[in-house]
């Protein structure tokens, strides 16, 4: 009998420990659970996203971390180990057109926490800058390259217009875009930023004394010959960067 009630309060206890550690317990009303980060993550309509990996990085010690996931509710919920403190980042992986991309969500603080447990939220953003300016955007980038022959030396007046193909990444329509790259001296000069996730074609006028010169186009690391309009799918990772296309012009 003695044996038996303790094999009873035994499997109370793991039963009470398995239900404490359920995402399902996540806090929805928004208030810290001490031990735990928790939270939950929307994609850009706002509805909740199940499956989206959440690490806990604790910042005190290196290569130390915790791992969830949310569960169909969009809640996580994840034990913190007993000293530190952490930080919560959470990524998306999405295929599109064939190639597979790792997107950085967007938390609703960007700050470490300790064992007394924290809330974030975090969103699927499009565009947008991240909460470090050093971070960058959300958006993707493209390179703009002079060629070699061009006479263009003030690339900063060239306008671009990209038009979406199809859906964006996260099965919305797009927009037209006219854009061009940042001032000399800014650390937007040469690239165009921000621009939502998808597949676009582009053509490109140098706009000078209110005349505007249209410009052929190119893959900048590609042997093709230049166009009026050129299709951009964006790269997932190369060495300057994750989510970038790099073109080249000429008059």
Not at 103 to 113: C, G, R, V
Not at 119 to 139: A, C, I, M, P
Not at 141 to 155: A, E, G, L
Not at 180 to 188: C, I, K, L, S, V
């Amino acid at each position: 009998m003695r044996s038996f009630l303790s094999t009873c309060q035994c499997y109370f206890l793991l039963l009470i420990l398995a239900t404490a550690c359920s995402p399902n317990d996540a806090a929805p009303d928004g208030a810290p659970q001490k031990g735990y980060a928790t939270g939950r993550v929307t994609d850009t309509n706002g509805k909740p996203m199940p499956g989206v990996k959440v690490v806990i990085d604790n910042t005190m010690f290196y290569n130390s971390y915790a791992v969830g996931t949310t569960n169909e509710q969009g809640f996580y919920k994840i034990q913190l180990p007993p000293t530190g403190t952490f930080l919560a980042t959470a990524t998306l992986t999405r295929t599109y057109n064939g190639k597979q991309y790792t997107l950085d969500l967007h938390p609703d603080k960007y700050e470490e926490f300790s064992i007394d447990g924290a809330v974030t939220n975090f969103e699927w953003k499009l565009s947008g800058r991240r909460h470090l300016d050093s971070q960058g955007y959300y958006g993707a980038t493209i390179s703009v390259n002079k060629d070699v022959m061009s006479q263009i030396y003030d690339s900063e007046n060239i306008e671009f217009t990209l038009v979406p193909v199809g859906k964006l990444i996260d099965g919305s329509d797009g927009k037209t875009l006219k854009l061009r790259h940042g001032q000399p001296h800014t650390n937007d000069y040469g690239n165009l930023v921000d621009i939502p996730l998808g597949r676009y074609t582009m053509t490109a006028e140098y706009v000078r004394g209110g005349v505007r010169h249209p410009l052929m186009l190119v893959k900048h690391f590609s042997n093709d010959n230049y166009q009026s309009t050129l299709q951009v799918d964006f790269e997932p990772d190369n060495i300057w960067g994750p989510n970038s296309a790099f073109i080249r012009y000429l008059e």
